[in-house]
């Protein structure tokens, strides 16, 4: 099966159904992520040997395109989802790249400081993380987040990039206003107070995070923002 018939079938049935709350009530469309999850779409960019779809930007894009025409939410959590997984498919390790190519694993970023700079600091095969983000997408409702940091003992100008499971102990979303994305999208602010993860949760060379974000984050977000834009209501919906 196509990947675009399989997201036919998912924008008619659960995707359109949460689109609705998640506009009206700000609900999270839990349901229509997980039914992309389960055709395949949240690891479409995930090697084939994985299991994944093996496919790259111009697909990621078709895919946001036509899911922001059913549910804005939904497609600001693929937004942030597919750019994420980007960098994985570089860095990440097996067992996650396998969870996100079976529809388990959900990823988003979080990068956007909401004060001081995040730091992080190894001792031995332990790294601690502490900070705030703003403008997570899917905050409290991914599996796991790209995380930024200053580089340990990379000085100030040097950022790393970790993947830190939403799980983690002290990590947490604060009771606030939610942030500027659409409606349901569950975009907010996400607090390390701190969070301990293996120093193995490195993506990439220490102080790399930097170029990780200008070469693969930026490109992939400003695409499928461009593409979410230009998108323009579904001509005919119907619900199954």
Do not use: N
Not at 61 to 73: F, K, N, Y
Not at 93 to 110: D, K, Y
Not at 137 to 145: I, L, R
Not at 164 to 190: E, I, K, N
């Amino acid at each position: 099966m196509s990947y675009r018939t399989a997201l036919a079938r998912v924008l008619t049935g659960a995707v359109a159904l949460g689109g609705e709350p998640a506009r009206m009530q700000g609900k999270f469309p839990r349901s229509g992520v997980t039914a992309l999850g389960r055709a395949g779409l949240l690891g479409l960019t995930v090697a084939p040997e994985l299991g994944g779809g093996g496919r790259g930007l111009p697909e990621a894009a078709d895919v946001v395109g036509r899911v922001a025409r059913v549910c804005p939410a939904a497609a600001a959590v693929l937004r942030s989802h597919y750019a994420a997984v980007a960098v994985l498919e570089v860095h990440g390790g097996t067992w996650v790249r396998a969870e996100i190519a079976a529809g388990r694993h959900l990823c988003s970023l979080a990068l956007d400081e909401d004060g001081p700079e995040s730091v992080a600091r190894r001792a031995g095969e332990v790294v601690t993380l502490r900070g705030r983000k703003r403008h997570v997408v899917a905050a409290g409702e991914a599996d796991s987040y790209l995380w930024s940091s200053r580089a340990p003992g990379g000085g100030p100008d040097r950022q790393s990039l970790w993947l830190v499971p939403a799980h983690a102990p002290d990590l947490y979303v604060p009771a606030r206003a939610a942030g500027p994305g659409p409606s349901g999208s569950a975009t907010s602010t996400v607090c390390a107070d701190p969070v301990r993860v293996p120093a193995s949760a490195l993506l990439g060379a220490g102080g790399e995070g930097d170029r990780l974000v200008r070469d693969v984050v930026l490109p992939w977000l400003t695409e499928l923002a461009a593409v979410t834009d230009r998108s323009g209501p579904e001509p005919v919906l119907v619900a199954s």
